[in-house]
């Protein structure tokens, strides 16, 4: 059976002190969770979290990750730091850092393998923008952005990683895919998993969906067949909507 995984992206929100906060309101309200529970704090925010998170089931995350085990790379952080830090999952790949930052499908592909060969596990987010969704390119996209942030990754490697599909469109804006549409697309990148790493493993990679997941439309999503959970923004920084979503996964 898979395990669903809900995980919040904080983004570029919250302090220590409203780290301490947040983790220490969830914390109680998710403690029956049967599916995991990720937090994806800013880099900052690390060592409060995880001295927030102990001795819950709330895991530790962290938003990107450099591929360079050490180097002049001004402003980047290494796989190795943040596993030292005692992080488990890192997002790569977000629309946020293709978009404002110039991630490219070469350099999620990068920083992937890096936090692969620390030991962490990574959530690897793909999605098409609203201009490729309006000329009929979202399977085009999801297909490329999938197969390039994989290559070179194995078999025994993609265990560790979860992919989440989240429709740049559907970001921040209270627009959600439909459940139907979303569990359509994410049969499209299953179907690229099985391609490149057969049968058992395209159905047993967890998917999530991401994109004003909340905790009214939580439900209608988790019970879609190829949905195992969800990469939440805006609502993993309300502790009862962001409970209420975990609920539904669990
Ligand atoms: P929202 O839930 O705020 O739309 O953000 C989704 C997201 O980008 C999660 O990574």
Redesign the pocket.
């Known amino acids: 059976m898979k395990r669903p995984i809900i995980a919040g ?1 904080w ?1 570029m929100n919250n302090n220590k002190a409203e780290t301490k906060e947040l983790i220490s309101k969830i914390a109680p309200l998710v403690k029956d969770a049967k599916c995991e529970v990720v937090v994806c704090v800013p880099f900052t925010s690390i060592e409060t979290a995880r001295k927030a998170a102990r001795g819950t089931n709330i895991q530790l995350g962290a938003q990107n990750v450099h591929w360079a085990e050490k180097g002049a790379f001004t402003g980047e952080i290494s796989a190795n730091m943040l596993a030292e830090l005692k992080v488990k999952y890192v ?1 790569v790949g ?3 850092r293709r978009q404002y930052f110039g991630e490219t499908d070469e350099t999620v592909n990068l920083r992937a393998k890096a936090a692969l060969n620390a030991g962490m596990k990574v959530i690897i ?1 793909v999605g098409e923008t609203l201009e490729e969704r309006e000329s009929g390119k979202t399977a085009e996209v999801v297909i490329r952005q999938t197969e390039k942030a994989l290559k070179d990754i194995t078999k025994q490697e993609l265990k560790r990683v979860v992919i ?1 599909y ?1 429709p740049v469109w ?5 627009k959600t895919a439909t459940a139907q549409d979303a569990d359509g697309t994410i049969k499209i990148i299953r179907k690229v998993i099985r391609k490149l790493y057969g049968r058992a493993s395209g159905q047993s990679i967890r998917v999530q969906y ?5 905790a009214g439309n939580a439900a209608e999503l988790m019970a879609m067949p190829q949905i195992d959970g969800g ?6 920084l309300k502790p009862e909507d962001f409970a209420k979503i975990v609920n539904c996964a669990s």
């Open positions: 992206n983004k997002i977000h629309s946020e987010c989440a989240e559907a970001i921040g804006t209270g991401g994109g004003s997941m909340n990469l939440i923004g805006g609502a993993s």
